[in-house]
Structures are given as C-alpha cells and as structure tokens.
C-alpha cells in the first residue's frame, strides 16, 4: 500500500514496535501501512461513525489483516481503557475538534507514550493547548501535498497516576513566543524547507494582496491593511529563522 505523501508522514511519525490508535480513521490506511509493513505489532482502528468503519474494515479485510487490527466505533477515546494503546494517531481534523478528544479523553491520553497530531485548521490554538496542557513536543514535521501545506507534530502526553508516575514538568527552552506558536518552534529550529516555502508563499500574497488595496481607505479596507501587515510582520519574522543559518555558514 502506497499512502499520500500527508498520510505517509504522519505515519513515519509513529515509533516503531508500540500498539497504536488511529482515532477518526475513515479508511484505516495508516493502520494498514503499518501494521503490514512491520512497524507496529498491532492496531485499533476507531471512529465515530459507522459508515467509515465500514470502509476501514473493507481494507482490513482485503489486506487479510483482521487478527492485527481491531475495528471499533469511538467517539475519540470514549471507547478506550487506559494501555491499550501506546500511540495514538489523530489526523485529518478541525483544531477544535482535536482538542475536544484530547481534553475529554485525557486520562486515556495520559496513558499513551505518543501522540501524533496532524489538525486541518487553528494550528497555533492547538500549539497554544498542548503547551498550556503539559504536552511535550519531540517532532514536527510539514509536508506539501496538492499545493496545501500540512503540519503536524509528535508530542508527549503529561502522565498521570494510571501509568504509576507522576506528572512531570515538561520543560521547554523558554515559553514559545507567538511566531513560533504560529509556525513551530521546532520546525523554526531545523530550518524545515517546506516551512520555508510556506512562509515565502505567505509573505509574497500579503505583499500583493496589499499593494492591490493601496489606495483604497474605506473602514472595512483599513481593518483588512492592518491584518495583513500584522500577518506579513509574522511570516517576515519567521523568515529570519532561515536568514540567520545563512549568516551563521557564511561566518
């Protein structure tokens, strides 16, 4: 099974040897590619609605992989005990909607070694979240399919007395300031080329988008200058992640 150039990194994310969930699975295909690859010894396949269950269990079946990856409907994690699963993949989805799963199915979320997150919308709330929540980020990635662009990150879950632990003190190196939350701290960090496109794609619409409206100063227009000049300032701003190595390897 071949997987979207999307799909294919949120998987590459998972670690290899750990029972996982896919949570909102729709066709199942990451289950698939892993369990089938050897990746992972076995996986629970869930969603809310039994119409893509159906599917997902249609491609389990052809891929003859019944005994490895178990079917179940789940409205997020309501579906689950607490060490059935060591990661868990959620991705496909609104922010908010992610958010919600984490949040009403925390003592589960608690018990997972990983999760790995790909949301569609609001990325900087869903940021701002796990941070605020004691998540901590070990990767971010972001790939470019179809002329969208696609974050999604690995994080660690705070634990809880269900796995016998206390709850640690995720320690980043300082509280993210807003550009990171925004684009990434980590992908900031390793310089990530697609980031880069992304961020230079931004930069050249606002510019073109604001020259289109110069001379135009009608309220509702001033309103639109002053969100988009915010939005450049950002992207220009995150560009100086990149400006900076180029100094440093000319050094």
Known sequence: MELSRRLQAVADLVTAGYKAADIGT???????????????????????NEGPLERARMH???????????LRISDGFVS???GEAESAVIAGMGGSLMM???????????????????????IEKVRTFLLEEGF???????????????PMMKVRPPKSSVTGGKVPEHKEAGPWNETELRYGRLLLESRNQVL?????????????ILSSIEERDSDRVLLRKQQLMKELEYAEKG???????RDYAGD
């Open 100 to 122: 919600r799963i984490l949040s009403e199915g925390a003592e589960v979320v608690r018990s997972l070694r990983e999760c790995i997150l790909q949301p569609q919308s609001e």
């Open 26 to 48: 729709d066709h199942a295909y990451i289950p698939i590619f892993l369990v089938k690859n050897g990746r992972i010894p076995c996986a629970i396949a869930a969603d809310v």
């Open 239 to 245: 560009m100086e992640y990149y400006v900076m190595q």
């Open 196 to 208: 880069r496109r992304f961020l230079e794609r931004e930069i050249r619409i606002k510019k073109e």
């Open 60 to 70: 389990v079946k052809e891929n003859e992989l019944e005994d490895w990856i178990e």
């Open 80 to 82: 689950f005990k607490p």
């Open 136 to 150: 901590l980020f070990i990767e971010e990635n972001m790939v470019e399919e179809d002329g969208k662009f696609y």
